[in-house]
Structure formats: C-alpha cells, structure tokens
C-alpha cells in the first residue's frame, strides 16, 4: 500500500510531507505527494513540476528524511481543487492521507478550513490532520 500527502507551500504542508514521509519509511510504504497545478494554458507544467519536486526534496532532507524514496503525482483544477485532488487521492491506492493545517483557535476548529472540511467528508481513506509545528512559547 501507499501513504498519501497533500503538498501545500506552507509551514503546514511541510509538516506534513515530513510526518508523511516518516510514517512511510516505519510502515516501509510508499509515499505519494500529491499536488493540484492551476488550469493555466500559459504555465510550464513541467518546470512546475521539477520546481515541485526539488521543493519537497528539499523539505524532507531539513526533516531528517531525505533518504525516503517518493512520488509525485500532480492533477490540474479547473477551479474545484478538492474535486481534483480526491481524484488523485482515489487514483492513488493510498491507505492513508496526511494534510498538514495550521494551528487555530476554538473559534477556528470549530469553523475547519472549507478544503479540509471537503476532503474530510468526501474522500474514503483515514486521514491524519498534522499541525504545524509551535512557534516560541506556548
């Protein structure tokens, strides 16, 4: 089987890639990253890609988990990128999908981010929510 990642250019999203890629290496599964690109005809889609992948190298070497073999598996949106990406996740076998969000407040739980809310309603597999990591003192 496979673990799954949403990658999001954000301290969230890197905390996810890296507890992904962890939960991978102790399973010994594969890790997919997964990544919704823009609809746009102007746009390279492969140096996207190849920026993408050196981007998540990157952020799996400064996670201690660079040695962990992985994939990425992009999809475009034509403007519902939940849709796109329960697409990808359904197409990928994963057994597990991990989303990084940010911290929040009560009133922030309570109103869960609309994207995260989707993807917890809409798509079959667990998924593990990973918090960004704390900044200075609690």
Known sequence: MAIAVVHRDSPEGRAA??????EAVQRREQLLVLHVLDDDPGQDAESDR?????EIQATLESGGVGESSWELRTSEHDGDQVSALRTLVDSSGADLLVVGTRRMSPVGKFLLERWLQRLLLEVDIPILVVK???RGPA
């Open 50 to 54: 190849s920026a993408l992948r050196a």
């Open 132 to 134: 960004e990591e704390a």
């Open 17 to 22: 890639i890296v507890h992904a890629a962890r």
